[in-house]
């Protein structure tokens, strides 16, 4: 991991408890084993000359990066895990924005989402003092490109699974 990458991560955890932390890094880490893997041989296979880059939020980096470090060395050499911030400001430096090059896959949590969005699920309902969370995942490049989002509920000790596979529907401001 880059250092800036590391210090990065590091301050984009600040805020979070180390519980809502545990339990970030426990559903990246296992979307990382269980779509991730079979994710990146896709790509690895269908865009054998394209670097594979891998955005995720600070408590799935440690765990993106061990599941890619078990694959198969023609698939991880190929591989780069990083933040989103850092891919941006790659993209900004090396524009590839055809994705003729690279292929990027993405696994992160927006948490909390604020508080203004409650309104956008109302078949979930949560508790005034509990928090949504929404994990996004997807990938953009050679002809794959596809994305969705997990709906989860944090009241403070658990994180629960409310929807999967739901469209966020953004409202415009004014």
Known sequence: MLPETARRLDA????????ALAAQSAILSAHARAWGAQTLARIAETSPD??????????????????????????????????ELDYRAWCMRSADEAHDLHVVV??????????????????????????????????AGAGLDA??????????????LLSSGISERFHPRG
């Open 12 to 19: 984009a955890s600040k805020g979070h408890s180390p519980e």
């Open 106 to 139: 993405w696994s992160w949590i927006k948490a909390p989402l604020p508080r203004q969005r409650r309104h956008d699920f109302p078949l979930h309902p949560i508790a005034e003092s509990a928090d949504y969370w929404v994990h996004r995942y997807g990938q």
């Open 147 to 160: 994305h969705t989002a997990d709906l989860y509920a944090w009241d403070g000790d658990l994180a629960k």
């Open 50 to 83: 394209a670097a594979i880059v891998v955005t995720t939020s600070a408590p799935g980096l440690a765990a993106w990066e061990a599941m890619i470090h078990g694959l198969p060395a023609a698939i991880h050499e190929r591989v780069a895990p990083t933040s």
